[in-house]
């Protein structure tokens, strides 16, 4: 590797633990003005309203729609349009949340006397503790930073992710607060894979068993890349008289039963079917059959579906988890 990469691998790992370590700094001074500003969120029916200027209204904006995907109403408002006619957003006790690294924001500090004026309380991630938004606000975040990631210590790059990441913070504390689960969050993203992870039975999206390779374990193999060729699914599933699921045959098996056997014509489904296979059920949920086939040190790209009685029902494929 040449000197040129060395220096950009070294400034770029430089930045990403000086912007992690922040963050660990940032989590450490959480105290009651984090819990007051949960507990403010939670109490109030109505919306939020995050403003800020720059790049921190980049991570207003994000804020708010992270709140909104939880099922809190927000929105995000320009310092600069809020005198022009965007204060009319606001309803009886909307709280504000201000983000500011110096807490001085012209725009901001001018806005003021305006959300005084409407009874908004607010909520202040500033990086100044000493600062007009944090002797303005009813609960202070501290986002302070020592210094930036980049060499010249001028570039938002901690201060921005530190922001962020309490912004985040105030999301997931809402969400335990507000014992938002699974069914609660799937009905705020109705749309989309999460939305479809989250609703969705393995029973809508399988391959039913009329479709899928099912052969008897003392079939020859021959029988099996038969079967396998004429249901193209990756997978036979081996079936006992009963139709109790017995094992799983796989692409991969029938690879590495041709390394392992020169000569495959005595072989028979058992000889290299995986036994009691990780199964799944019609009624579980996308993102169960997800975790089962994903999260594992080595992914599987079949999962057999089995009811009750663990009669194959279908063949779920990694493909079927997935818009197509």
Known sequence: MSQHHEETLAAARAALAAEADAIRIAATRLDRHFV???????????????????????????????????????????????????????????????LSKSGASQELVQLLPQLDRIGSPLIAIVGNMQSPLAKAARFVIDARVTEEADHLNAVPTCSTTVALALGDALAVALMRLSAIGHREFASYHPAGQLGRNLTMRVGEAMQPAGQVASVQANVSLHAVVIAMTTYPLGAACVIGPDGVLEGLITDGDLRRALQRHPDIRELKASDVMTAQPTTTSPSALLKEAAALMEDRPSQISVLPVVDEQRRCVGLLRLHDLYWH
């Not at 708010?64 to 109403?73: D, E, F, H, M």
């Open 36 to 98: 007051g500003a949960v507990d403010l969120l939670h109490a109030h029916p109505g919306k939020a309203i995050v403003s800020g200027v720059g790049k921190s209204g980049d991570i207003g904006r994000k804020i708010a729609s992270t709140l909104r995907s939880i099922g809190k109403p927000a929105v995000f408002m320009s310092a600069a349009d809020a005198t022009h006619g965007d204060l009319g957003l606001y309803q009886a006790g909307d709280p504000t949340i201000l």
